[in-house]
């Protein structure tokens, strides 16, 4: 017994890019557009967060100068 398959008949669709929701109800395609005109989307909700937390990996070296990542003027800042 033989079993007999059709070929693939493959297709394809353009699926344009999505509208972004931004705060104050702006929607943008581009995130690098929306986030410094208007807030990330949850900024004018109850659990937006107050701050960021951020965790690094890596040897000694590197993790002591983590911190002059986090500020962007270089400046070291006091662990709490």
Sequence with gaps: MSLSLKPPRPSLQWLGEPELAFAGG????????????????SRDHANH??????????????????????DPRGRRRRRR
């Design 49 to 70: 967060p107050a701050s960021v937390t951020a965790s690094f990996i890596g040897t000694a070296e590197r993790i002591a100068t983590a911190p002059r990542l986090a």
């Design 26 to 41: 702006l929607t943008h395609i581009d995130p690098k557009v929306g986030i410094p005109a208007s807030g990330p989307w």
